[in-house]
């Protein structure tokens, strides 16, 4: 079946310091791989998306790029923000598979310290 | 369009309560999701429709679980009787044709 493997949380750093977050994926199809971010209180925002292998998915500073050859898909940001600090969901979806509902890593909390 | 709408934001019952979670997709989407989120197990599909036709059930936890679409801008989840243990959050998401799926706010449940 389908998996998702995240690095386990917390990962805490100081302002502008570079991010990177291990995501790798166990699917039977062609998936589709996504980053979701999650602020407390708050429903599961789409950050980016990869469709193909080596897609490489950007929003607001963050990338990832989809690597057919080790099955991963590794959130980076080069200058972290405070406002960054979120739970990130790494996530994949295999239509040719026959599964479109979304399989979701564990979660990393990210904690930005001024 | 307003999103994914969630109804109540948070619910508190009693156990042995029934218990109705609803949901808005966003409209001209032809998927809808039900996910629980917890700490421990972290995030579950429920189950999900697709042209309001129920595909895939199977993580509904048990029979006191049920999900209904009457029509295609109306979902809910229902738990009758409701227990401790379906203390949670709640997630409706809806997506175009299997794409990314767009989620709610979230109803939070407590069951006491």
């Known amino acids: 079946g389908n998996s998702v493997t995240q690095m386990e949380g917390p990962v805490t750093l100081s302002e502008e310091a570079f991010l990177t977050i291990n995501c790798t994926y166990t699917a039977t199809g062609y998936p589709s791989l996504f980053w979701y971010v999650q602020y407390p209180g708050e429903g599961l925002q789409l950050l980016l998306k990869?469709?193909?292998?080596?897609d490489k998915g950007s929003n607001k500073g963050f990338e990832a790029t989809y690597r057919k050859e080790t099955t991963s898909f590794h959130l980076e940001k080069g200058s972290v923000q405070v406002s960054d600090s979120a739970v990130y969901f790494c996530?994949?979806?295999?239509?040719?598979?026959?599964?479109?509902?979304?399989?979701f890593g564990s979660g990393t909390r990210l904690q930005v310290q001024p | 369009d307003a999103g994914v709408i969630q109804s109540p934001r948070h619910e508190v019952t009693e156990m042995g309560q029934e218990v109705t979670l609803r949901c808005k997709p966003i409209s001209g989407h032809d998927y809808l999701f039900w996910y629980r989120q917890t700490m421990m197990r972290g995030l579950e599909l429920l189950i999900y429709f697709n042209n309001n036709v129920p595909i895939d059930d199977s993580g509904m936890p048990e029979d006191r679980f049920s999900a209904k679409m009457p029509n295609a801008s109306f979902s809910t989840l229902k738990i009758q009787p409701s227990e401790p243990r379906d203390s949670a959050v709640y997630f409706c998401a809806s997506s175009y044709r299997g794409n990314e799926a767009f989620f709610g706010q979230g109803t939070r449940l407590t069951v006491v």
């Open positions: 990869a469709t193909k292998a080596d």
């Open positions: 996530a994949l979806s295999d239509p040719l598979g026959g599964r479109r509902a979304l399989t």
